[in-house]
């Protein structure tokens, strides 16, 4: 690269970076706790405090991975998601998509010519005598 477009890129970069917006002001003097801090931590957390999954996840997989080696940890999860998939296909309702009220519609939009080919129309002419 030879030295203008180099100083041109970095010109350009230090205007770019001169007009952005600040990203983070913080307060000047020193910070005093709210008083209501733990409670707020408490209620934002209680939806999130009983869920366990990941460090269940994470010691199934490691004891599968001490038995039987580490790849046999995406076999286990590969089993896993197809039996879902199969609990899934037989539970849920097999038809859910409603019929179209205007068929007729949907066919001519679907047999519509493709973009840049022509179409030729033939048109009576009337006389207006």
Same mark, same amino acid.
């Given at each position: 690269?030879?030295w203008?477009?180099?100083? =041109?890129?970095?010109?350009s !970069? &230090?205007v770019? =970076?001169?007009c952005?917006?600040?990203? %983070?002001k913080l307060p000047? /003097?020193? /910070?005093?706790?709210? !008083? ?6 408490? *209620?934002a957390t209680?939806a999130?405090?009983?869920? @366990? @999954?990941?460090s %269940? $996840?994470m010691?199934v997989?490691g004891s599968i991975a /001490?038995?039987?080696g580490?790849?046999? &940890?995406?076999? &286990?999860?590969?089993?896993v998601? &197809?039996?879902v !998939?199969?609990? %899934?296909?037989?539970? %849920?309702?097999?038809?859910?998509? $409603?019929?179209s009220?205007?068929p007729? *519609?949907e066919? @001519?939009l =679907?047999s !519509?010519p493709s973009? /840049? ?7 009576? *002419?009337? @006389?207006?005598?």
């Amino acid at each position: 690269m030879t030295w203008r477009p180099a100083a =041109l890129i970095l010109a350009s !970069s &230090v205007v770019c =970076l001169s007009c952005a917006a600040p990203l %983070l002001k913080l307060p000047a /003097g020193p /910070g005093a706790p709210a !008083s209501d801090a733990q409670d707020a931590v408490t *209620a934002a957390t209680a939806a999130c405090t009983p869920v @366990s @999954s990941i460090s %269940l $996840e994470m010691s199934v997989s490691g004891s599968i991975a /001490g038995l039987w080696g580490w790849r046999a &940890v995406f076999v &286990v999860a590969a089993l896993v998601m &197809v039996a879902v !998939s199969g609990w %899934l296909a037989a539970t %849920l309702p097999h038809d859910t998509i $409603e019929k179209s009220p205007c068929p007729t *519609a949907e066919r @001519s939009l =679907l047999s !519509s010519p493709s973009p /840049g080919t022509t179409t030729h129309f033939a048109y009576e *002419a009337s @006389s207006a005598d």
